[in-house]
Structure formats: structure tokens, C-alpha cells
């Protein structure tokens, strides 16, 4: 399992989003609050992915802790900006240990990153993988199950589909393909956010200008709003709508 968030609106730090809250995802790498058996700490690295001045997004990104590195603590106090999505990772076991397997992954504009896990790992996976252009498969950042469902969201992305779209019908092959596997995805293109609950938490917390999506609250102020089983949400910095997903 993983922890990961998602913030749009008005520019913020790194630090007021990773660091400075109570149960900031900091925290949640040593203490999180719900991993619903799947693991115990977030140690097996981190990524931060930011959109600065409106461009691509940069990332930072490590196979180590992230209270052992720093770096991010120096970077996200100096850094600030109004499109966010980071994560800490829990790595399921066997899969490597390795810079690449840290989300965010990225192309151009888009960032992504998933908690969870796929059951059956690989050969559950196997004709799904199929579908996908060999050049893709020959060029995957890692192999682990999350380097491959951002393979299969971003075809559908490449072929035109919306974000939401892409999501939705990646969660249902999957599911389909994987019964009982953990899909929350996260996804953003710095103008909006889309993320997927299944068989794990996520919350959010809107004010008229911006929005916070994460799989755990950073604190125990009113306004947090819990995403049910299931569902699919797509926010900007103004607006949060939520359905359920259609396989579900």
C-alpha cells in the first residue's frame, strides 16, 4: 500500500502540504492511520510531483524514506505551487525497491500515482499487459503492478479519452481481470484531479478556491470529507463531483 495526495488552487508550499500538518504524509510514511492490512510504514520511497509557472511538472523522487532524505525538507520549504500530487510507498513484497517504482510517473502534462495492490500479480495481468504496444511494455519505468496500471491509463489517455474515462476503464478491466485487487488511482494534469477508490480510503477537503484529496486527513479540523468505496471523483480547484464507479 501507499499514502498519496493531490492539491489544486492558489500557490501553496511543499512544506504546508508534506510537512506541516499533524499527520501530514511525512507522518504517514512512519505512522499512518489506515493501511488496512497492507502493510505497516511507508518506507520503500516518495515523489513530488509540482507544476511550476503553469509549465510541465517537475518531480523529485527517492527510493528511501522520506524522513531519512534531507533534501525534500530544504526543497519543499524554498518551493511553492498550486498544482500537487504526492505519495509515499509501501512496497508489496517482491516488487523492487527503486527509484522508478516511486510515484508520481509522468509524461507531459499528466502525473499519476496508485495505492494498492493487483491480486494474482503478474499472470493476472498478463492479458491486460497484451493490449498494450510493445514499445510500452519495452519501455516500462519498472516492473510493478502500479508502473503497469499507469501503462494502461495512459494508452487510454494517448487514444483521447478523458482522465475520468481513462481511470474508470482502467479500474474495470482490472478489477474484472484481478478480482479483489486495491485500485485507489490518483491523477492529475495540474488543472484537475481524478482519483478512484477501491478497497482503500480517501478523503477530501474543498475551499471556494482550492481542493485537497488524500488518502488520509492531515489533521483532525471539520471539512474533510470521506470518499466512499467505489467511487470516482473529479475535482478542480472549484468544484468536487463524485459518482460511483460503474463496476461496482
Not at 509540482?50 to 524514506?65: D, I, M, N
Not at 516511486?102 to 499528466?110: M, T
Not at 482550492?210 to 480547484?237: I, N, Q
Request: a negative charge; aromatic letters at 6%; proline letters at 8%.
Amino acid at each position: 500500500m501507499c499514502r498519496h495526495l493531490a492539491y489544486l488552487g492558489p500557490p501553496v508550499t511543499l512544506r504546508e502540504l508534506l510537512f506541516d500538518p499533524p499527520h501530514s504524509l511525512l507522518r504517514q510514511s512512519w505512522a499512518p492511520r489506515d493501511m488496512r492490512g497492507g502493510g505497516t510504514v511507508n518506507a520503500d520511497g516518495f515523489g513530488v510531483g509540482w507544476y511550476p509557472g503553469g509549465g510541465a511538472p517537475v518531480r523529485y523522487r527517492r527510493a528511501q524514506p522520506m524522513w531519512s532524505d534531507p533534501t525534500i525538507a530544504e526543497l519543499a520549504a524554498a518551493t511553492s505551487a498550486g498544482a500537487v500530487l504526492a505519495a509515499v510507498r509501501s512496497a508489496t513484497v517482491g516488487m523492487a525497491v527503486v527509484e522508478a517504482a516511486a510515484a508520481p510517473f509522468a509524461e507531459g502534462r499528466w502525473l499519476f500515482s496508485h495505492n494498492g495492490v493487483v491480486r494474482g500479480w503478474p499472470d493476472s495481468m498478463v492479458p491486460l499487459a497484451a493490449t498494450l504496444p510493445v514499445r510500452d511494455l519495452l519501455t516500462i519505468d519498472v516492473a510493478t503492478d502500479s508502473a503497469l496500471l499507469w501503462a494502461l491509463v495512459r494508452d487510454r489517455l494517448r487514444a483521447g479519452a478523458a482522465p475520468a474515462e481513462a481511470i474508470a476503464d482502467t479500474v474495470s478491466a482490472v478489477a474484472a481481470a484481478a478480482p479483489g485487487s486495491r485500485l485507489n488511482m490518483l491523477f492529475t494534469d495540474g488543472q484537475t484531479v481524478v482519483a478512484s477508490t477501491v478497497g482503500h480510503a480517501l478523503s477530501w477537503r474543498a475551499t471556494p478556491a482550492s481542493v485537497l484529496l488524500a488518502s488520509e486527513p492531515h489533521d483532525d479540523e471539520p471539512g474533510w470529507r470521506e470518499v466512499p468505496d467505489g467511487h470516482l471523483v473529479e475535482a478542480t480547484a472549484t468544484e468536487v463531483r463524485q459518482r460511483t464507479l460503474a463496476t461496482w
